[in-house]
């Protein structure tokens, strides 16, 4: 089955560029990256803390049932313009990867359609390529696809 958000990586470059479209308006998939209620549906991540203001901080996390984090990331936001884009710092906590820079663009192609644009940078290709080892593009694409769904419906 192909994955309906794309992940572009070129050799020798420190960064991911993620596209996905989506069968909703701009405003409701920017709306999903701001509201905690709906990235804790989508994303499958408890939001602990997340400020939709610049300069606002954001804490995810995830347990398993007996109650251990298996994931916390945290970062900030920056430059967020509404229904246009935002920039977050994101850092994976207790896995030894870099902080990473995150852009987020939201493009509308028709009122009931939209694209969405990732540039993800890291601090190096070697950090880059040990992400793209693990199942991210099936990860992004599954969660991208709840967004979708959730929204609808």
């Known amino acids: 089955m192909e994955l309906k958000t794309k992940v572009y990586a070129e050799d020798g470059k420190q960064e991911l560029r993620i596209e996905r479209e989506f069968d909703?308006?701009?405003?409701?998939?920017?709306?999903?990256?701001?509201?905690?209620?709906l990235i804790e549906q989508w994303m499958g991540n408890k939001v602990l803390m997340f400020e939709a203001k610049n300069h606002g901080s954001w804490?995810?996390?995830t347990k398993n049932p007996d109650g251990?984090?298996?994931?916390?990331?945290?970062g900030v936001l920056l430059n967020?313009?509404?229904?246009?884009?935002?920039?977050?710092?994101?850092?994976?906590e207790n896995t030894g990867?870099?902080?990473?820079?995150e852009f987020f663009e939201f493009q509308e192609i028709s009122e009931t359609k939209s694209k969405l644009i990732m540039q993800i940078i890291?601090?190096?290709?070697?950090q880059r390529d040990q992400i793209l080892k693990m199942p991210f593009a099936q990860?992004?694409?599954?969660?991208?696809?709840?967004?979708?769904?959730?929204?609808?419906?």
């Open 139 to 153: 990860g992004i694409n599954m969660a991208h696809n709840r967004l979708e769904q959730i929204i609808q419906n």
């Open 122 to 126: 890291y601090k190096s290709v070697e």
């Open 97 to 101: 990867f870099p902080i990473q820079l």
């Open 80 to 92: 967020i313009k509404e229904n246009e884009s935002f920039v977050r710092t994101f850092e994976m």
């Open 59 to 61: 804490i995810f996390e």
């Open 68 to 74: 251990i984090v298996l994931f916390r990331a945290n």
């Open 24 to 37: 909703l308006p701009t405003s409701l998939v920017f709306k999903a990256h701001m509201e905690p209620e």
